[in-house]
């Protein structure tokens, strides 16, 4: 008989009790998962949209109905818009390196675009735009009049062309994965937006107050070397009463200390349930090792090693451990993929979600971790109860 074998028909003949030890393990790498893979997307994601998202400042309408947050991180498309005069205004303030502006047509839905998985439609001028062009693939084609650029949540389209407001396009690339509202939008030359938005219904009184030709929804501006973007934002709101800068880098700074206390708060309560599974998992298998008393006592008996009724012990402790983590990390991380995009949609957050690959490495760290747990736990009360003997450990135990 193998020691692998003995630790399998020990589970087989308690298997209440071996549930019952394997749930404790599962459930606390469960949460412990959970939420690490949940921080981890949020900060992703916030790390991306810092280091890639290529503009220092976000400007908008001062009337717009969402905040630069939500326009950044979250696909909420504004029909405010402001004049075309707004983007040289904004360029020709100290310490403005470069610009590009953009148009925010109408929301979409299934009805009037065959793209799914997207909800607004954003004009970028090719011939200006930074903000876009680090996101994108490596076999992208130049955004002609007749094409679009897709989000990483859009899905693939047959033929390569697709229907948006009734006219057809012709997908020229795609958007690597963001985190933010880049990954729900679709991108078009600046004119050709504009010229759709001109043609929708639901915006005929938009274009009652302003000239969609002209108009420009948000600025993107880069600063200088140098440049506090802080300052400038302050000096474009001073220069062009109606809109309102954000700066970049404090909008994160911003998200990244909300992001941080939530971290906090919940780290502190995964901490306390992992404490307190773990105090739970070192009772149960001390209880597991002294109700074995009598049947290791009984194999020491019969002529089998110490190493080898130990081990049989342990080998059951470990496959119990890893099985539950396997099967608790593997629900974690299930759990944050599915969490991720709905804390993207309600609190505004970037989220990019560990890939496949990731999330098999993290199922493994857990399974290696939980193995090492328990065998630690066990490994005190295993000793503790062949103390004395075959024959002291047979009549302390009980081999009914």
């Not at 006592?297 to 496959?319: N, T």
């Amino acid at each position: 008989m193998s020691v692998m074998l003995l630790g399998w028909r020990n589970i087989q003949r308690r298997l209440a009790s071996s549930v019952a030890t394997g749930a404790i393990v599962m459930l606390t790498v469960l949460v412990a998962v959970t939420g690490a893979c949940t921080y981890r997307a949020i900060g992703a994601g916030l790390s991306l949209a810092s280091d890639r998202l290529g503009a220092d400042i976000i400007v908008l309408p001062s009337e717009v109905g969402v905040s630069a947050q939500e326009a950044l991180f979250v696909a909420e498309p504004a029909n405010v818009y402001m004049p075309a005069n707004t983007v040289d205004i904004v360029e020709s303030v100290p310490g403005v390196e470069r610009v590009t502006p953009q148009f925010f047509t109408q929301s979409l839905n299934q009805s009037c675009c065959s793209v799914l998985g997207v909800t607004r439609v954003v004009g970028v001028d090719p011939e200006s735009d930074f903000v876009i062009a680090p996101w994108l693939s490596s076999d992208a084609a130049p955004l002609e009049e007749n094409g679009i650029y897709l989000g990483a949540d859009a899905p693939e389209v047959t033929g390569g062309m697709a229907t948006i407001l009734g006219r057809q396009f012709v997908v020229a690339g795609r958007l690597e994965a963001t985190g933010s509202s880049v990954d729900e939008t679709i991108f078009m030359n600046l004119d050709t937006a504009r010229s759709l938005g001109w043609e929708s219904p639901y915006l005929a009184n938009v274009w009652k107050m302003a000239d969609p030709f002209t108009s420009v929804s948000a600025v993107m501006v880069s600063v200088e070397p140098g440049a506090d973007p802080e300052v400038v934002a302050r000096a474009i709101d001073d220069a062009c009463p109606v809109s309102s800068a954000t700066a970049v880098s404090g909008l994160v700074r911003n998200t990244a200390s909300q992001l941080g206390l939530f971290a906090a708060l919940f780290g502190g309560m995964v901490a306390a349930v992992a404490l307190i599974a773990m105090l739970g998992l070192a009772g149960r298998l001390s209880f597991l090792a002294r109700e074995r008393r009598a049947e290791m006592g009984f194999l020491r008996a019969v002529g089998f090693s110490r190493r080898f009724v130990v081990g049989g012990l342990l080998c059951e402790v470990a496959m119990l451990g890893v099985t539950g983590a396997a099967v608790g990390g593997a629900l974690g991380c299930g759990i944050a993929a599915y969490l991720a995009p709905r804390i993207h949609q309600v609190m505004a957050l970037p989220a990019a979600p560990p890939g496949a690959v990731q999330m098999v490495g993290i199922v493994v760290l857990a399974c290696a971790i939980a193995l090492a747990v328990c065998l630690a736990a066990a490994a005190v009360p295993v000793r503790g109860a062949l103390r004395g003997g075959a024959l002291a450990a047979m009549q302390k135990g009980d081999l009914a």
